[in-house]
């Protein structure tokens, strides 16, 4: 088989493109001007070039596969930083309903030291009239704060 630089150039192109982002040559030498030059193919004899090896370029669809990976990546972590953000919320928000409950304890226990201790005295309404309270109203508001305490206190 003659072995034609037509024939060779087809060759060369036919397996170029079977091995797809392989590294391609790259030529540097000086003209008869004094310039650099790159070049893919050797300057014609009796010049001389350093062939310079290139690294191939990366495969699109490991870049795509990358793309992907980093776009998972960062849903995740958004995904995580917004659990996070929700379980800071509810403990904040399990700590301010501590707080309400201490108060009410705090508040449920002063009502029954006060009722109990008070006797039949003069209390104020909530209409600001100020009422002496029965003995079955005494007890019965002995007995809201008791469920009360029982309520807010642990």
Same mark, same amino acid.
């Given at each position: ?29 000086v003209d008869d001007r004094g310039q650099i030059v ?25 870049? /795509? $596969? @990358? &793309?992907?990976?980093? =776009?998972?990546? *960062?849903? #995740? ?5 917004? +659990?996070?953000?929700? /379980? $800071? @919320? &509810?403990?904040?928000? =399990?700590?301010? *309903?501590? #707080? ?5 304890? +705090? ?13 039949r005295r003069r209390i104020l309404s909530p209409d ?27």
């Amino acid at each position: 088989m003659p072995k034609s630089p037509v024939f060779s150039a087809t060759l060369w192109f036919a397996l170029a493109s079977l091995w797809g982002n392989t590294a391609a040559d790259v030529y540097k030498w000086v003209d008869d001007r004094g310039q650099i030059v790159y070049s893919q193919s050797p300057p014609p004899p009796p010049k001389r070039a350093v062939r310079i090896q290139t690294v191939p370029g990366p495969d699109p669809e490991e870049i /795509a $596969r @990358a &793309q992907n990976a980093l =776009q998972q990546s *960062i849903e #995740k972590s958004q995904e995580r930083e917004e +659990e996070r953000r929700q /379980a $800071r @919320a &509810q403990r904040e928000q =399990q700590r301010e *309903i501590q #707080k309400l409950r201490a108060k009410n304890c +705090e508040i449920a226990r002063q009502n029954l030291n006060i009722i109990q201790n008070l006797g039949r005295r003069r209390i104020l309404s909530p209409d600001g009239t100020s009422v002496f309270l029965s003995e079955e109203e005494r007890a019965a508001r002995i007995e809201k704060a008791r469920k009360n305490i029982e309520e807010y206190c642990d």
